[in-house]
C-alpha cells in the first residue's frame, strides 16, 4: 500500500490538492492510505519551502502547486 501525504497549513491550495488526489485514488481503486500533515515542524522535517507539497512513500513528489489530474496520476505510476 503507498502512502501519500499532503503537507501545508490548511491553505485553499493545499485543500484542492488533497480534495484532487483523493478523487484520483477513488476513481482508480488504488489501495492508498492518504493523509494530511499541517504541523508546520512536520512539513519542515521534508525540507520543503513552499506548500502544497505530496510526499509519495516518504519522497516528496511535487512542492509549490496543485497538481493536476495527470500529474497525480504520473506519481501514482497509473499512467
Known amino acids: 500500500m503507498k502512502e501519500i501525504k499532503i503537507l501545508g497549513p490548511g491553505c485553499a491550495k493545499c485543500k484542492t490538492t488533497y480534495q484532487a488526489i483523493e478523487k484520483v485514488i477513488k476513481e482508480n481503486n488504488l489501495d492508498v ?5 499541517e504541523d508546520i515542524t512536520d512539513i519542515m522535517s521534508y525540507n520543503v519551502m513552499g506548500t502544497p507539497a505530496v510526499v509519495v512513500d516518504g519522497t516528496v513528489k511535487i512542492k509549490g502547486h496543485v497538481p493536476s489530474e495527470s500529474e497525480i496520476k504520473q506519481i501514482l505510476g497509473i499512467l
Open 33 to 37: 492510505k492518504l493523509t494530511k500533515v
